[in-house]
């Protein structure tokens, strides 16, 4: 067999590292893995369920690679090919023996199973000659009957009827298909059709929002049915494909330089899962962008978080965090084995090592070509480099109700950058967090935040958007309309409001992410600035209606950790005092970074660098 390329080489290898801690894990006679962690809300038979079908994924995209070549840094390949093989396998006839002690249970009305049933069958699926095949065929009628628990049951009304289509074409491709299986597919894939809003970019049901999880589950699931089971539907499947297309020309640019993409909306803890789909568009001929830059984007955003140790728990299993471990983002749902729905981001395994992806000359990402701003209005985004950074412009992504309970800070903020991210206020469900978000806190000590907002005006130098700080507790309610500018690192922001209750308003300028508690500040000042040991900064420049300025900080220990990205933090903020009137609110918060060994320079003058000037004139 010729040697396969090195990138290649690289992404197997790689896989194989995330599996070797699972490994170790894997106990003769069990099915389910104890990985160190939260629990979630579900039940402990969600949980380990879970701990199985989570790493089968990651297991199946490894296994169906070509077996490595002898080596030093790969010995026994073809020893640990076979005992995760054999484990898995086991565990699949073990788990769904209700007879056996470690029976799973069947899956139920809304129960997480449905989900990991669903992510089961993808797996047996891209490795059936190590899953699938060698089962016997009592075994197989067995571990049918138990994925039959799954018809009939309800599904949360999102990308979970995804769930159902998987589970259902599996047992039909394998003989076990019942006369109501075809209708219900049909049925739950024209439902999910329903979601896409134009431009291959889906709201998620009942979430109502626009995040990662178009590429973690909308177009996974999409493209994975249609590699599958596309050939029944082809126009169906060709549907899918052609929304791929679209999106990816936008996804592209939510990479930064460093391969970071912006923390943003909910499961972030899944981290590189959001690169299953740029693998998946190209194994289905249906990706338009250079092979070359992908690979450079995948790698880079694979390597991002590989490359930081803080990621891993005790047992050397991916944590509960984004680049540590940090289980106060965490949602209700999710629990220790949750991280490696990450498995999905191995889709370029599915690429042979043939492919031009492998092998084609890296090309620059769009955030390594210089400064540009991209516009997406179905998503109500803006996706914007600057200097390497990618920052998202946020005009138009809504909070449902039922998203409340997982934190209204991942969807609420003006703006989400790397090498930034944000903090989080606790409990999820009644808080919001100040930095990068204009909030309110009424006479009685709440705070709320932005909810539902829609997007009036974007391009791109600006976004305008109307929404309210609010809720229906007490009728809460502040309307505001809102207008973002932007150069270079800067945003430039006016709030225009009407309070119809007594109101302290703050804005706060972007968290400092910090390893160490200490930053240096600008105390006392008009303009807010704060920086860090490695020269990275702050700004927060107050320019009208607002009559002081504070500090929201994690500078020791004795208050909960809430930064997503580092331990301690400091966010400049500035703060209207107690008012019912309308006026206009303006301020210009730049970017946390220094221009070679210098602040951003002195704030005034960068304000004759921004249009429109009739605004700034104003303004001065």
Same mark, same amino acid.
């Given at each position: 067999?010729? =040697? ?8 197997? @290898? ?25 629990? $979630? ?11 199985? =079908? ?34 898995? %396998? ?5 788990? @769904? ?16 199973? !449905? ?35 799954? /018809? ?37 894939? &024209? ?37 599958? !089971? ?40 899944? /981290? ?82 043939? !492919? ?15 400064? !540009? ?86 391009? &791109? ?6 929404? &309210? ?12 309309? @809102?207008?973002?500018?932007?150069? =270079? ?31 240096? %500040?600008?105390?006392? $000042?008009?303009?807010? $600035? ?91």
């Amino acid at each position: 067999m010729p =040697a396969v390329p090195a990138a290649y080489a690289h992404w197997q @290898s790689a896989a194989r590292k995330l599996l070797e801690p699972l490994a170790a894990l894997m106990r003769p006679g069990h099915a389910s893995l104890v990985i160190a962690g939260p629990a $979630s809300d579900h039940d402990a038979q969600a949980d380990r369920m879970e701990s199985f =079908a989570r790493p089968l994924l990651l297991a199946a995209h490894y296994l169906q690679t070509p077996a490595e070549e002898a080596a030093p840094d790969v010995p026994d390949a073809r020893a640990f090919r076979t005992r995760l093989a054999d484990w898995f %396998r086991a565990g699949l006839v073990i788990g @769904s023996d209700p007879k056996s002690p470690h029976y799973w249970g069947p899956d139920a009305n809304y129960h997480q199973h !449905h989900v990991e049933i669903g992510l089961l069958c993808i797996g047996l699926q891209l490795a059936p000659r190590d899953l699938w095949d060698p089962l016997t065929t009592a075994e197989k009628d067995q571990v049918a009957r138990w994925l039959g628990t799954a /018809r009939g049951n309800g599904i949360v009304n999102n990308n979970h009827y995804f769930m159902g289509v998987h589970i259902l074409e599996f047992l039909g491709a394998q003989g076990y298909a019942r006369r109501t299986d075809r209708p219900i597919i049909d049925e739950f894939l &024209n439902r999910l059709e329903l979601m896409h809003r134009g431009g291959g970019w889906f709201e998620d049901g009942i979430n109502q929002a626009y995040d990662h999880y178009n590429a973690y589950a909308f177009h996974f699931y999409g493209l994975m049915w249609a590699r599958l !089971h596309g050939k029944r539907d082809p126009s169906r499947a060709r549907r899918w494909r052609d929304w791929a297309r679209p999106f990816v020309r936008d996804y592209q640019h939510f990479f930064a330089a460093s391969g970071e993409h912006p923390a943003f909306g909910r499961s972030i803890c899944y /981290r590189f899962n959001c690169l299953n789909v740029f693998g998946m568009t190209l194994a289905e001929n249906c990706c338009d962008l250079p092979p070359g830059m992908l690979r450079r984007l995948c790698t880079r955003n694979l390597d991002f978080f590989l490359s930081k140790p803080a990621i891993f728990q005790e047992q050397g299993c991916l944590s509960i965090g984004w680049t540590d471990r940090f289980e106060g983002l965490m949602e209700v749902y999710s629990c220790s084995a949750s991280p490696y729905w990450a498995a999905k981001g191995f889709a370029p395994l599915l690429l042979p090592p043939t !492919h031009a992806f492998w092998t084609a000359p890296e090309e620059p990402l769009p955030s390594e070509r210089g400064d !540009h701003a991209h516009v997406i209005k179905t998503a109500g985004l803006v996706v914007r480099s600057t200097g390497g950074a990618v920052e998202i412009i946020n005009a138009g992504s809504q909070i449902s109700n039922l998203m409340l309970r997982y934190g209204a800070w991942k969807w609420s903020k003006t703006a989400y950058r790397t090498g930034v991210s944000f903090t989080c206020a606790f409990p999820h469900q009644t808080n919001w967090s100040v930095d990068s978000a204009l909030t309110l806190q009424l006479d009685d000590g709440t705070v709320y935040g932005r909810h539902s907002t829609v997007a009036v005006e974007m391009d &791109n130098h600006h976004v305008l958007y109307s929404t &309210n700080l609010g809720f229906k507790t007490n009728q809460a309610n502040t309307g505001v309309e @809102s207008a973002v500018w932007w150069r =270079a690192g800067w945003l430039l922001q006016l709030h225009t409001f009407e309070a119809r209750q007594p109101v302290v308003l703050r804005l706060g300028g972007y968290a400092l992410p910090l390893t160490e508690p200490h930053a240096e %500040r600008s105390d006392p $000042s008009p303009v807010l $600035s704060a920086w860090s040991a490695d020269a990275r900064g702050t700004v927060l420049q107050p320019l009208a209606g607002f009559a002081a300025t504070e500090w929201d900080t994690r500078l020791d220990d004795t208050r909960p950790r809430a930064h997503v990205a580092a331990p301690y933090h400091v966010a400049p903020v500035a703060r209207e005092n107690r008012l019912h009137r309308r006026r206009p609110l303006e301020t210009l918060p730049p970017h946390p970074r220094r221009l070679g060994n210098h602040p951003l320079g002195p704030p005034r003058p960068l304000l004759t660098k921004f249009p429109p000037l009739a605004l700034f004139h104003l303004l001065s």
